[in-house]
């Protein structure tokens, strides 16, 4: 039996050359030798306000991004988070197996809910309790997750030996977190300490899988860099240069080392700017016209979302009986 992987985003601002680098591109591959399920997280993204209309666009263009860039759902099963109501369920449930405390810990919640100002809403607090459902429905082995995530699958995993010990069975798979090695972390263009963000409000900051290659282009030309002309990897001293240099690998599928060798003797960035946002585009171009064909056939998504749905909630549905049973409700 293949491993199982299960993996999520949410449908919330523009996929970003770094979605693509930091998970698109390992969930692609491990596609042939793994049990892959690959969820848009729309549960999650109401955490956040939502237009209605927007939110409903998004979730149509994630999801034909997801397939665009190869997620195929022969393969792997493609769903959306709340067609399988079983994650909502096992939500409410674990909520009775974790804690205020070691909720209140989460970075991302301290992060969040000082910039949302008004709209600390319970779910957000809540979040991770449902992201820790979302892996454990399925038996989960391995979760692929950025350096971010790191904090919620360890709650995941908490909460996964604590049920398992409280009922002294094995109900859950406590999962391991899959970090790739690799360029899973691409900075802003702007603010090159900070991550590349889907969300971020500032255009320049990100590329967008969908942006046009002119606009990528000029992206890239006016990355931060640093006031030096030397081309090294140094992301402490130089962390604009060496995030293009990361960039350039991930595009190009090569270490950054590799990528060094095209620079040396190079005096200046103009070139590698240049070089990467024409290695961007190359990647996305074909990526956009299959994206243009999937999404200009929404019955045809339809079909394959509620595919997906059905197979997931199979599964999910079995799990969660489990829990239900060993608790003590009727089932
Ligand atoms: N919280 C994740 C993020 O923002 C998204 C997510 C939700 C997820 N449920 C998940 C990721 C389950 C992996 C597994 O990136």
Same mark, same amino acid.
Request: proline share 4%; aromatic share 6%; glycine share 6%.
């Given at each position: 039996?293949?491993? $199982?992987?299960?993996?999520? $985003?949410?449908?919330?601002?523009? =996929?970003?050359?770094?979605?693509?680098?930091? +998970?698109?591109?390992?969930?692609? +591959?491990?596609?042939?030798?793994?049990?892959? !399920?690959? &969820?848009?997280?729309?549960?999650?993204?109401?955490?956040?306000?939502?237009?209605?209309?927007?939110?409903?666009?998004?979730?149509?263009?994630?999801?034909?991004?997801?397939?665009?860039?190869?997620?195929?759902?022969?393969? &792997?099963? %493609?769903?959306?988070?709340?067609? @399988?109501?079983?994650?909502?369920?096992?939500?409410?449930?674990?909520?009775?197996?974790?804690?205020?405390?070691?909720?209140?810990?989460?970075?991302?919640?301290?992060?969040?809910?000082?910039?949302?100002?008004?709209?600390?809403? @319970?779910?957000?607090?809540?979040?991770? @309790?449902?992201?820790?459902?979302?892996?454990? !429905?399925? /038996?989960?082995?391995? %979760?692929?997750?950025?350096?971010?995530?790191?904090?919620?699958?360890?709650? +995941?995993?908490?909460?996964?030996?604590?049920?398992?010990?409280?009922?002294?069975?094995? %109900?859950?798979?406590?999962?391991?977190?899959?970090?790739?090695?690799?360029?899973?972390?691409?900075?802003?263009?702007?603010?090159?300490?900070?991550?590349?963000?889907?969300?971020? &409000?500032?255009?320049?900051?990100? *590329?967008? !899988?969908?942006?046009?290659?002119?606009?990528? $282009?000029?992206?890239?030309?006016?990355?931060?860099?640093?006031?030096?002309?030397?081309?090294?990897?140094?992301?402490?001293?130089?962390?604009?240069?060496?995030?293009?240099?990361?960039?350039? /690998?991930?595009?190009?599928?090569?270490? *950054?080392?590799?990528? !060094?060798?095209?620079?040396? /003797?190079?005096?200046?960035?103009?070139?590698?700017?240049?070089?990467?946002?024409?290695?961007? @585009?190359?990647? %996305?171009?074909?990526?956009?016209?299959?994206?243009?064909?999937?999404?200009?056939?929404?019955?045809? =998504?339809?079909?394959?979302?509620?595919? /997906?749905?059905?197979?997931?909630?199979?599964?999910?549905?079995?799990?969660?009986?489990?829990?239900?049973?060993?608790?003590?409700?009727?089932?």
């Amino acid at each position: 039996m293949k491993p $199982i992987v299960l993996s999520g $985003i949410q449908p919330s601002g523009h =996929m970003t050359i770094g979605n693509y680098i930091g +998970a698109m591109r390992n969930w692609v +591959a491990m596609q042939d030798d793994h049990d892959t !399920l690959f &969820s848009l997280v729309d549960l999650h993204a109401i955490t956040v306000k939502q237009d209605p209309k927007d939110l409903r666009e998004r979730c149509y263009d994630f999801v034909a991004l997801y397939l665009a860039c190869g997620i195929d759902p022969n393969k &792997s099963t %493609v769903f959306i988070q709340s067609h @399988v109501h079983q994650h909502a369920e096992l939500g409410w449930i674990l909520n009775c197996y974790a804690y205020m405390g070691e909720l209140n810990r989460m970075t991302q919640f301290k992060d969040k809910s000082g910039k949302q100002g008004k709209n600390i809403n @319970v779910g957000l607090f809540d979040y991770p @309790v449902l992201m820790a459902a979302d892996i454990l !429905l399925y /038996g989960t082995d391995k %979760v692929p997750v950025g350096q971010d995530q790191k904090q919620h699958l360890e709650l +995941a995993r908490d909460i996964a030996s604590r049920f398992n010990n409280q009922y002294n069975d094995e %109900v859950f798979t406590v999962p391991e977190p899959f970090i790739p090695k690799q360029g899973a972390r691409i900075m802003s263009l702007q603010e090159p300490t900070a991550k590349m963000s889907k969300s971020d &409000s500032i255009e320049k900051n990100y *590329v967008s !899988l969908l942006d046009d290659p002119k606009k990528i $282009i000029k992206k890239l030309k006016s990355a931060v860099t640093d006031s030096e002309t030397e081309i090294r990897f140094d992301r402490e001293n130089k962390p604009g240069v060496s995030n293009l240099l990361e960039l350039m /690998g991930g595009v190009t599928d090569r270490t *950054v080392e590799e990528v !060094l060798k095209d620079y040396e /003797g190079v005096e200046g960035y103009g070139k590698l700017k240049i070089d990467t946002g024409e290695a961007i @585009v190359a990647l %996305v171009e074909p990526i956009q016209q299959r994206f243009h064909e999937i999404r200009s056939d929404q019955s045809a =998504m339809r079909d394959i979302l509620k595919q /997906g749905a059905e197979k997931a909630s199979e599964r999910a549905q079995d799990q969660l009986d489990k829990v239900k049973d060993t608790i003590g409700l009727i089932v």
